[in-house]
């Protein structure tokens, strides 16, 4: 029953490592987005669709149920999954991610969200300026820079397909948070610029599920604040 950790936008499953380094089991699988630092398999659509059925084909090849984790994107995957495919879960843990009709996306997703505009806007992520970006807002080093150095055309191109897929994710995903049946944990990032953390709180209420706020933290909380990320996973499988 191994712990599973899902990554987001624009990141890595090296933005887990802070935290994983932090946990004290080691039964832990870590997945990589299609295009995020690799090829596109054939015939895969970047679309959150798409992803949401990728996420679900590589759960079942792995012995489980598992305990979910995921942030960002791989937290909305996270959700999608646990509504859809409720038996492949033990537990779940999900932040940094909004789903509800009344989220508006932020200013970036916006612009990747604009044929024309995002094209323009990803011309100017180039690993130079993405690093140091990805530092000022909490992640290390090390972290931020295996991101950047993935920001690929291929990353590029699969961001603005799936943003582009998700304009209504909030009204077309949400009503399936109802058949979640595994037990959750929200997690967010008092300071979180891209979505306010009450948000979280409110979907952790909708489904049950309970919810940690770290203080003085900004969006990537796993990087940023791995003692405190870790320690909560913990805690909440501990009572499983």
């Known amino acids: 029953m191994p712990a599973v950790f899902m990554h987001g936008v624009p990141d890595t499953p090296a933005v887990w490592r802070p935290t994983i380094e932090k946990l004290s089991r080691k039964d832990i699988v870590t997945l990589r987005l299609p295009g995020f630092g690799s090829d596109l398999p054939a015939g895969f659509t970047p679309t959150k669709e798409g992803y949401a059925a990728w996420l679900t084909g590589e759960l079942k090849k792995i012995e489980g149920p ?126 979180d610029p891209y979505v306010d953390w009450r948000l979280g709180e409110k979907l952790a209420k909708h489904v049950g599920a309970k919810f940690v706020l770290i203080k003085d933290c900004g969006h990537w909380y796993e990087a940023e604040r791995p003692a405190e990320t870790a320690a909560a996973l913990e805690s909440f499988w501990a009572s499983l």
């Open 66 to 191: 598992v305990d979910l984790v995921g942030h960002d994107w791989g937290g909305l995957l996270t959700y999608r999954t646990v509504s859809t495919e409720p038996k492949l879960v033990r537990s779940w843990a999900a932040g940094g991610a909004p789903l509800d009709p009344e989220y508006v996306w932020h200013d970036m997703a916006q612009a990747w969200q604009a044929p024309g505009v995002g094209e323009e806007v990803m011309k100017q992520l180039t690993p130079e300026a993405m690093g140091p970006g990805l530092m000022a807002q909490g992640q290390p080093k090390d972290v931020a820079e295996e991101a950047a150095a993935a920001m690929t055309d291929t990353m590029k191109s699969s961001i603005l397909s799936l943003y582009r897929s998700a304009v209504k994710v909030g009204t077309e995903w949400y009503p399936d948070l109802a058949r979640i049946t595994a037990p959750g944990l929200v997690i967010f990032g008092e300071r």
